[in-house]
Nanobody, 122 residues
Framework: QVQLVESGGGLVQAGGSLRLSCAAS????????MGWFRQAPGKEREFVAT????????EYADFAKGRFAISRNNAKNTVSLQMNTLKPEDTAVYYC???????????????WGQGTQVTVSS
């Protein structure tokens, strides 16, 4: 079984930055890709970014391009999301996920963390 634990959320003013981290554990942790999703109150969970575990190839949602950066540390089994120039509309619970394919669709990821709250004040 794979366990994912996010950290790094919090309250930040608009224009500020946060770095989210996700630590993975499990006897045979070897995903094809890791992703970040977010869910704001009353909205569906949406794709933020994904990274292929072996190659490091990344994909981003349009709103994340140029502001967010996903990275991974294979040796430590961690994936991070650096978020810059944050906006109030970035307020959401952010989740990391692990899956067996690269996808922007949440249902294609088998393992999920519990989420970390990000609140951006105006």
């Amino acid at each position: 079984q794979v366990q994912l634990v996010e950290s790094g959320g919090g309250l930040v003013q608009a224009g500020g930055s946060l770095r989210l981290s996700c630590a993975a554990s499990g006897r045979t942790f070897s995903p094809y890709s890791m992703g970040w999703f977010r869910q704001a109150p009353g909205k569906e969970r949406e794709f933020v970014a994904t990274i292929r575990w072996s190659s490091g190839i990344t994909e981003y949602a349009d709103f994340a391009k140029g502001r967010f950066a996903i990275s991974r540390n294979n040796a430590k089994n961690t994936v991070s999301l650096q978020m810059n120039t944050l906006k109030p509309e970035d307020t959401a619970v952010y989740y990391c996920a692990a899956g067996s394919l690269t996808s922007r669709i949440a249902t294609n990821y088998a393992y999920w963390g519990q989420g970390t709250q990000v609140t951006v004040s105006s």
